[in-house]
């Protein structure tokens, strides 16, 4: 720490930052444009500059740009000084030259950085009189508006979409007033990190497409404290609503996971909420006429057939563990299934024992720290988006390092970018597939799944010969290894990342014993599994019985019904099997959108989207963490535990009549399941106050209050209430600061964008203050992790045969966000795909109909060929098409169709 | 008087080949460099007081010095020779790129001694074709010869030279966006520190030389930093290469000792203004100087005279305004190159140059008002040195800040009368 003075006061500051970075940090008030936080400092916007004054005795100064300038002890800096005040204002005069003033048509107006600043800077009236420069703009896709009118120059944008994220589709052209940002022609964004340009961008150039079609001010939005439901990171999310329909997802900054940035599916994916397909009301099949019924009669019959014999409840990778755990209070453990593949089932058991023996897992903020990185079997950006731009970043590790020798300081971003040129720190990638952060590895392999696991079984050995020897290796493999090894052994943080992509435990096990051995050489090991879904890990901690044995007892005739959680288990089982399941006793479905599992239920319970439920979520990353609803849901929909603790309570179960808010359930979860123990810590239970006062989901410039709903009747309804959360629906409550875990968006006085985060850090890019949101439920374990034997045998392609996997879409394989209009769009059409030498084999050219035969099932598909997948194998998009519901690896035969 | 970079060109404007550069005495010095220790070398041209003829004037030799050595350094190191001459006015490389091109490559041979670099370019101006050609074939003379390439004369040192014909932007000839726009880059520039002797082309140590400084080093080598000095009429050592133009009698280029008086210039060497017109003023050197005025000329073109004098010697090329030609005009075309040159990197260039050439359009155009004056003044202040994020922009302010100051009538004039007293005659 260095103490500086800025116009006179005192301020400690950490001499590793810029004076920028310093001043926001103490809360100072100073514009800025082209730095940002994550991207850092390269000086083009002008806006940050300040006086430093050499000494005392020095009363002229010299103006100069902060967030270009390392800190001095002792340095005398002042924002206030007229003279730089004026360049101030001159350089938002300049900024401000040609820009539309279009705030009351623009999409970015009351949450835009350019006003707050130019408010900041005192700059309003226009001087410039010539007519201003104008552009065409691009359709960019479904996802952004594109509107450079609007443009600063303080290319942001490009510097986050190709520096940053790594995307090539996307650059800057055109010279002085004139430069313009886009893409080559028209067309969609091909990063998958394209949504993040609508916060970077300052002004509203790039805006939220699908926002636009139902358009609300930030001002007049409701929002709440949210985790994503697209994959198992759980980013934080701000999502906003008004009139009872969900409006768009922000970026809700949690300095451990999600940082200042979303992945497009979760950004994107939340208009499933608004669906024509949401389940409005209850509903049931009487002989073949299905028809709405009350909230009574639906409880009735719910009650009536719980009682009337045993139950089987399958739950839900994508339910909260109080949904999860309210079905399984209500059939009884012993009848509680997990509602994924059994061999999904499988393998998140064998990821739960890896992490809980360790190596435990790494949030991303560790891994962006590493300076190595072996991805063993993993599609990181099709499963777990935003992990895949964490690891862009960390393989800049080393490059800082060399910045340094130099005594170049880590946030002048562009100097660092020179130095490195196209070097990259090590990262590997095994794959039976390309992935979208090859471009950065050091080296790539193509191989079987379990010719990856023993790659990465072969990596371990090496690193600790205690660990098991691969036999039979081949020659190129092992040289491979050793390469990975003797990087990993010279790396001081490596990570090792995996997961459920090739449905593969020896993959899993290979790269848990490679961290292990890099763990018992001494080292830093950040250590990932990506699932699939937002509670795939809380799911299995509830410990839940595999699928296929519900089918089996469901066959034995031994249920009276079947209760489906959140759940569409075409997607989970061959058709044939789950018709054959839910033909066999009377079935009860409760989900928020109609599914081929929900057109099968006797009887349908409509519970609530995320935006619409209170819960709580396990991470990947063994990280609980709660969300809040945004809105109360409209008529007789209610969260699935409500439905569940009212037949509960019907049923006179002690836990239907105790579990009166949501803090009852976590307890009864916190009590149940010892290892779940710390949710209880997730978020502040529903009595949480500030100065006796909720918090309020809506920001105190919300419009309407009074008279939103005058047309139904003049008085003002009474606001609903929240019995299950702290926070309130309206924008009365606490004027101050929650915790973390309760916030539900960024505002502060003058800074009414997104960059407003900088206002609740600890340290700008820190931690929120008090901590950022979530406990940790898997802890490093004590003893050292034992090796097992389990390295498969060498993959042998078969005549005639492929062994097919799955390949994951991030647009398209998610089964929420794929309901999205918006990601829908971008999904790919069905394919199977082979590598370009099976497909000369089989004599079939890229798009050619070929026929997919598997034991369960078979399909017509266009072939799509791929370089690089290895002889024997083919791959089948994951969650849609045909063959969706039938757990991959399998092997299945291919014909060219005559 | 000795005028050593110009002594060997041939009076026909044909280019002097190897065979004839060596006769009268070339590579003598690139030879004799090759026995020097690189650090002996980097101490002669120091001793020189050599000073960078690109328009800054920092002294050579400290900037090689600040090139890291050893055998840690990183390598590459690169050398890269500044041909990008784009600033208006200026046309004193062409004539030793057309008339002398081995000079240049001996004077980057000797160079990348000094400094270690293995590996040079010759960054040259898109519209420079002849120069391309006859640097082309002196790298092919010089290569066949083993003078460039591996083990040059025999020392063990590798220096492979090529030339780089720039896509045509001035803000190529910056010396970090030169750098950029090698690497296949926009020409943005590049924020200093890390200067690029450290981190330069590619990321590697790196020395971007103008071509006159790097034609003045085998003289240095060869003939001795006391010498050097003695070319000079003032404290600035060696010869300079000046030019004239404008409605002078004779414009041109004359390489002539360091310190020569712009009257020397005007009146001996361009042969005074042109019959009917009177001189009013003179860019010293380049566009991007500040206007002189009769007053001031008796001052000696040098560094340290002409910045004396409110302007900078620049490229040493002057552009000479007369009475006949509108003061406001001159400084429109002016700002209108360099509003078109902005890289559009940083807000007070981008956004004041295109507003300065707004408002100098309106005035010419007699639609200019005294607010507008205000303006100007405002946008020179707002890209005044250290505002900016490179040297354009307060390049760019300093004729029209310079033409506000010595000719405030002839803008009033023109807002008075609501139209161009020269255009529409007077």
């Known amino acids: 720490m260095i103490r500086i003075f800025v116009d006179g006061k005192p301020y400690d500051i950490d001499p590793k930052k810029n004076l920028l970075d310093a001043c926001l940090g103490h809360g100072l008030d100073l514009p800025y444009f082209c730095w940002h936080p994550a991207l850092g400092s390269v000086g083009a916007c002008r806006q940050c500059a300040v006086k430093i004054f050499r000494d005392e005795k020095d009363t002229r100064g010299r103006i100069m ?81 594109h509107e450079m009118n609007r443009c600063i120059q303080c290319y942001r944008c490009t510097r986050f979409y190709t520096e940053y994220a790594g995307g090539k589709d996307f650059s800057v052209s055109k010279l002085r007033n004139l430069v313009y940002f886009g893409r080559i022609e028209d067309g969609a964004f091909e990063s998958e990190f394209s949504g993040n340009l609508d916060e970077v961008c300052p002004t509203g150039v790039f805006t939220d497409k699908t926002a636009k079609q139902h358009y609300t001010r930030k001002w007049d939005l409701t929002f709440a404290p949210s985790v994503c439901p697209h994959c198992a990171l759980g980013c934080n999310i701000s999502p906003g609503e008004r009139y009872g329909t969900l409006r768009r997802v922000v970026n809700r900054y ?30 049931a099949r009487k002989d073949s006429q299905t028809a709405e019924i009350s909230k009574t009669e639906a409880l009735d019959r719910f009650s009536t057939l719980a009682a009337a014999g045993k139950l089987i409840g399958v739950g839900s990778p994508r339910a909260s563990l109080e949904s999860n755990f309210a079905l399984r209070a ?63 970043q960390s393989v800049r590790q080393l490059l800082f390092d060399n910045a340094e020798k130099i005594g170049v300081p880590l946030w002048q971003d562009h100097a660092i970018r020179e130095l490195a040129q196209k070097d990259h720190g090590p990262l590997f990638i095994a794959s039976p597939y390309s992935t979208k952060l090859d471009d950065v590895a050091t080296e790539t392999r193509r191989a079987a799944p379990d010719d990856i696991a023993r790659l990465g079984f072969a990596v371990a050995h090496i ?137 099968k239920a006797e009887l349908v319970l409509p519970s609530t989207p995320f935006s619409e439920a209170d819960g709580t979520l396990v991470s990947s990353e063994g990280r609980a963490q709660r969300f809040f609803r945004v809105y109360p849901p409209a008529g007789e929909i209610q969260d699935a535990w409500h439905w569940l603790r009212d037949v509960l309570g019907l049923l006179a179960r002690p836990e239907g009549l105790s579990w009166s808010k949501l803090d009852d359930v976590v307890e009864g979860i916190a009590r149940a399941v010892p290892a779940l123990a710390r949710i209880r810590d997730a978020a502040p ?194 969650g849609f098409g045909p063959l969706a519901g039938i757990p991959l690896p399998l092997w299945g035969r291919i014909e060219l169709t005559r | 008087m000795e005028t050593p970079l110009t002594a060997k060109i041939r009076p026909d404007g044909e280019m002097i080949d190897l065979a004839a550069y060596e006769r009268a005495g070339g590579y003598q010095a690139a030879r004799q460099a090759m026995q020097m220790a690189p650090a002996d070398i980097v101490e002669v041209v120091k001793k020189s007081g050599l000073r960078g003829r690109g328009g800054a004037g920092f002294p050579t030799g400290q900037k090689w010095s600040f090139v890291p050595s050893g055998p840690d350094s990183a390598r590459p190191k690169y050398l890269v020779a500044n041909g990008d001459e784009m600033e208006p006015g200026t046309f004193k490389d062409r004539v030793l790129l057309e008339g002398d091109p081995h000079e240049l490559v001996e004077g980057m041979i000797i160079s990348a001694r000094a400094i270690g670099a293995e590996r040079g370019y010759v960054f040259l101006r898109g519209e420079y074709t002849d120069a391309g050609e006859r640097i082309e074939r002196a790298l092919h003379e010089a290569k066949s010869e083993g003078y460039l390439g591996q083990n040059i004369f025999g020392s063990g040192a590798d220096f492979d030279l090529r030339l780089h014909m720039s896509g045509g932007r001035y803000m190529c000839g910056e010396e970090t966006g030169l750098l950029n726009a090698l690497e296949g880059k926009r020409a943005n520039p590049r924020a200093k520190p890390p200067f690029p002797q450290v981190s330069g082309l590619f990321g590697k140590p790196t020395i971007v030389q103008n071509i006159e400084t790097l034609c003045n080093i085998p003289h240095i080598v060869e003939k001795g930093p006391e010498w050097f000095q003695k070319l000079s009429l003032t404290g600035d050592a060696g010869t300079k290469l000046y030019g004239a133009s404008g409605k002078v009698k004779k414009p041109g280029c004359w ?171 007077r």
């Open chain 1, 65 to 145: 740009m902060a967030c270009m300038t390392a800190p001095a002890p002792n340095m005398i800096v002042s924002i206030a000084d007229p003279e730089v005040r004026d360049f101030r204002a001159g350089i938002v005069e300049g900024l401000m030259m040609s820009h539309p003033h279009d705030c009351p048509v623009c999409d970015e107006g009351g949450q835009c950085h350019l006003q707050d600043m130019t408010v900041m800077t005192g700059h309003n009236y226009r001087r410039y009189d010539f007519p201003k420069r104008t552009f065409r703009n691009q359709d960019l896709g479904p996802l952004l508006n």
């Open chain 1, 254 to 283: 949690n300095g451990e996971i999600n940082g200042y940035f979303l992945c497009d599916r979760g950004r994107f994916g939340y208009e499933h909420v608004n669906s024509g397909r949401r389940i409005p009301a209850p509903r």
């Open chain 1, 330 to 392: 209500l059939v009884g453990p012993e009848n509680f299934y997990a509602g994924v593949s059994d061999a999904e089932h499988k393998l998140l058991g064998e990821m739960l024992a890896i992490l809980r023996e360790g190596p435990a897992p790494a949030s991303l903020r560790e891994i962006e720290l590493a300076d190595a990185a072996l991805v063993l079997g993993e599609d990181v950006t099709n499963v777990a988006p935003r992990l895949a731009l964490t690891l862009r």
């Open chain 1, 463 to 599: 690193l600790d010969p205690a660990a098991p020897d691969v036999p039979g290796l081949a020659d190129d493999v092992r040289a491979q290894a050793e390469r990975i090894a003797q990087t990993l052994k010279a790396s001081a943080r490596p990570a090792i990342v995996s997961g459920v992509s090739t449905l593969n435990v020896a993959v899993v096990r290979a790269a848990a014993d490679v961290a292990r051995a890099l763990a018992m050489a001494g080292k830093q090991v950040s250590f990932a599994l990506a699932m699939e879904e937002s509670n795939s890990l809380g799911l299995a901690m509830l410990d839940p019985k595999p699928l296929g044995q519900a089918f089996a007892a469901a066959s034995r005739g031994e249920a009276q019904a079947i209760v489906v959680l959140e759940n569409d288990l075409y997607r989970r089982a061959p058709a044939a099997a789950v018709d054959a399941f839910l033909g066999s006793a009377r079935v009860v479905v409760l989900d928020s959108l109609e599914s081929p599992t929900v057109q």
């Open chain 1, 685 to 878: 239970g529903a009595g949480f106050r500030i100065a006796g006062a909720k918090i309020p989901r809506a920001p105190h410039r919300f419009s309407g209050r009074t008279s939103m709903l005058a047309q139904i009747a003049v008085s003002e309804p009474k606001p609903p209430e929240d019995p299950d959360s702290p926070l309130s629906f309206t924008m009365e409550g606490a004027p101050v600061e929650p915790p973390a875990s309760l916030l539900p968006f960024f505002w502060t006085g003058g800074w009414n964008s997104i960059q407003s985060v900088n206002k609740f850090q600890e340290e700008i890019a820190g931690p929120l203050r008090g901590g950022d949101a979530g406990v940790k439920l898997i802890e490093p374990a004590a003893a050292p992790p034992s090796y097992r034997n389990s390295v498969p045998a060498a993959f042998t392609p078969r005549q005639g045969e492929w062994l097919l996997v799955s390949r994951h879409h991030i647009f398209g394989s998610e089964e929420l966000s794929a309901q999205s209009p918006a990601i829908a769009q971008l999904s790919p059409q069905p394919y199977v795909a082979l590598g370009a030498e099976d497909a000369a084999a089989l004599g079939a050219a890229s798009g050619a109909s070929v026929e997919v035969k598997l034991e369960a099932a078979a399909a017509r598909l266009p072939l799509r060929i791929e370089p690089g997948l290895p002889r024997g194998v083919a791959a089948l998009p994951a």
């Open chain 2, 255 to 425: 390489e002539l000792p360091m310190g020569t008086t712009m009257r020397e210039l005007l009146e001996k060497h361009a042969g005074g203004m042109q019959d009917g017109v009177q001189f009013r003023g003179a860019l010293p050197g380049g566009a991007s100087t500040d206007f002189l005025t009769a007053d001031h000329l008796d001052v000696p073109m040098d560094f340290t005279a002409v910045a004396k004098a409110g302007s900078r010697l620049g490229t040493g090329t002057m552009i000479v305004l007369d009475d006949k030609t509108c003061p406001v005009g001159m400084v429109w075309n002016l700002e209108h190159f360099f509003a078109q040159e902005s890289c559009g990197w940083c807000t007070p260039c981008w956004s004041g140059l295109h507003w300065a050439e707004e408002i100098l359009a309106a005035i010419e155009a007699g639609r200019g008002s005294t607010e507008h004056l205000a303006r100007l003044d405002h946008i020179c202040k707002m890209i005044a040195p250290g505002n900016t994020f490179c040297a354009l922009a307060p390049g760019a302010a300093e004729p029209l800040q310079s033409a506000l100051k010595y000719f405030p009538e002839d803008f009033e004039r023109h807002i008075r009368e609501k139209r161009c007293p020269w255009r529409d005659g």
